[in-house]
């Protein structure tokens, strides 16, 4: 039987529909449009599954990361780094990427920091979109998707969710609150805290928690982006409004790097 149809959130496509604080300069809603409204275009659907140094770089630290607790014993060997490496493959990535993961898996080498921990969840990367959760807001319905990094449990029972970082993009605190939320329906009754670790610096973020409230307040909220999301969609696709209407550009430096640049007609 063929599941029913729901809308859909999450914190990259919160992230599409508002900038996270100071961030404002940089946001543009129309990519929010192409990767939404126009993701089967024929001459955008490349450019989206077109994958950027950044996303590389993300994907095979996590998977790096995921190898070295796979097999614990690679963080004891000496050449465990170099194992690794084979496992994904560097040398057939251009030469930044190698490097900049090379580096990444030499700094969790020598600082493993979820060695003996007890770890809940741990996830490579690449196994597709999660389990959605289903969510109701009165006689409403959107499925939430939330892929967590890794979950491992603090000596006390509480639940550490853990996001993986690469580069020098700020943490974002309402990414922490969508796992915060997600774990509260995944775990009920379970307390947690979540917090941003950077594969790169090295760098950990403090720890960010949400009260029951805080939690409430933030699935109205989000229901409210829900329902503006699917708005947005149906005056673009059934009422026919003009795609720079319903997806406002906002051209600037941040063009130079849009992976849309090519087929937008405001891009500077």
Not at 43 to 56: G, K, N
Not at 140 to 169: M, N
Not at 229 to 238: G, M, N, S, V
Request: hydrophobic letters at 35%; charged letters at 20%.
């Amino acid at each position: 039987m063929q599941t029913a149809w729901r809308p859909f959130f999450s914190y990259n496509l919160w992230n599409l529909f508002e900038p996270a604080i100071g961030q404002e300069q940089w946001h543009c809603s129309m990519k929010r449009g192409f990767l939404k409204a126009r993701a089967k275009e024929p001459d955008i659907s490349p450019l989206i599954q077109q994958e950027t140094v950044f996303q590389q770089v993300g994907l095979l630290a996590q998977q790096g990361v995921y190898e070295f607790h796979r097999d614990e014993s690679l963080l004891s060997c000496t050449d465990g780094v170099r194992q690794v490496a084979d496992i994904l493959e560097l040398n057939s990535k251009s030469d930044e990427v190698r490097d900049r993961v090379t580096q990444i898996l030499l700094n969790y080498h020598s600082k493993p920091i979820l060695l003996g921990r007890e770890i809940l969840r741990l996830i490579r990367g690449d196994e597709g979109f999660p389990n959605p959760i289903l969510m109701r807001s009165g006689n409403q319905e959107y499925k939430l998707f939330a892929a967590i990094d890794c979950i491992f449990v603090e000596p006390d029972g509480t639940l550490h969710i853990l996001d993986f970082k690469t580069g020098k993009s700020d943490s974002d605190r309402r990414q922490a609150y969508v796992y915060l939320l997600a774990a509260r329906y995944l775990y009920p009754n379970r307390p947690a805290v979540a917090s941003f670790y950077n594969l790169e610096s090295q760098m950990w973020s403090n720890r960010i928690t949400a009260s029951g409230v805080q939690l409430q307040v933030l699935e109205t909220d989000i229901f409210q982006l829900v329902q503006q999301h699917q708005k947005d969609l149906h005056r673009y696709k059934r009422q026919s409004v003009p795609f720079q209407e319903v997806f406002p550009p906002h051209p600037g430096y941040q063009c130079r790097s849009c992976q849309f640049q090519s087929v937008c007609n405001f891009a500077i």
